[in-house]
């Protein structure tokens, strides 16, 4: 981070990232959602986390993410920020996003200049690219990592608690409840992932040994 940076503005850093200035709503066409979205990792791979803030055309945050995703890669934990974020537009109506990302490799790969060669981060990719591919218009734009604070906080926050740092808390999915609803007696749980090498690998939280599972394939 460069000296003094702790000292901009950060609504006057991120402004001016897109080119058009219309956020939306002109002629009743659906408003622009804005997501920054950011994941870490603490050795990478180590403990990881994604945080992520969404705020509407006005600019008023509608949403925080935030979740531990367990002993995985920077770019896994960048991946599945931007997946909950898709998720998140999708699930609520939000037909226009623009992505705030300080991760150029996973911005660059989204659009199509980079290839994506890890074996681990392309079901990621084309989750992405799918998830994507259901809105109506879909941006994503890059920004040093001043221009990502509160993202960056709350992924921090994320891998706080994955540690047992710190009170389990947020608006994102809690490892500890999804662990006691797949525990559950009874209990039906839509837990997503992908197969790699004939092992079903989850996107997020973990089932406890035991537990009978059944396998539908998607796409």
């Not at 992520?52 to 531990?68: C, H, K, N, Y």
């Not at 998140?88 to 659009?111: F, H, I, T, Y």
């Not at 200049?113 to 690219?129: D, G, I, M």
């Not at 690998?201 to 035991?210: I, R």
């Amino acid at each position: 981070m460069l000296e003094g940076a702790e000292t901009v503005d950060w609504e006057a850093m991120t402004g001016n990232l897109f080119d058009d200035g219309n956020a939306g709503g002109a002629g009743g066409a659906p408003e622009w959602f804005t997501a920054h979205c950011d994941g870490g990792s603490r050795g990478n791979p180590g403990p990881s986390g994604y945080g992520a803030v969404i705020e509407d055309a006005q600019g008023r945050t509608v949403a925080r993410l935030s979740e531990f995703v367990g002993r995985q890669t920077n770019n896994y934990a960048e991946y599945s920020g931007l997946l909950a974020v898709l998720k998140w537009a999708l699930e609520n109506g939000a037909k226009r996003l623009r992505v705030v990302s300080d991760s150029e490799l996973m911005v660059k790969q989204m659009k199509g200049q980079y290839k994506v060669a890890s074996p681990v981060l392309r079901p990621l990719w084309e989750e992405a690219k799918r998830l994507a591919g259901r809105l109506e218009r879909f941006e994503m734009r890059h920004t040093l990592r001043g221009g990502n604070k509160e993202a960056d906080r709350l992924a921090n926050e994320a891998m706080d608690r994955g540690m047992g740092k710190g009170r389990e808390q947020g608006t994102g999915i809690r490892d500890q409840e999804r662990r006691a609803e797949a525990a559950a007696p009874g209990k039906r749980v839509v837990l997503e992932g992908y197969v790699k090498g004939g092992v079903v690998h989850l996107l997020e939280g973990e089932l406890p040994d035991g537990v009978f599972v059944k396998v539908i394939r998607e796409g």
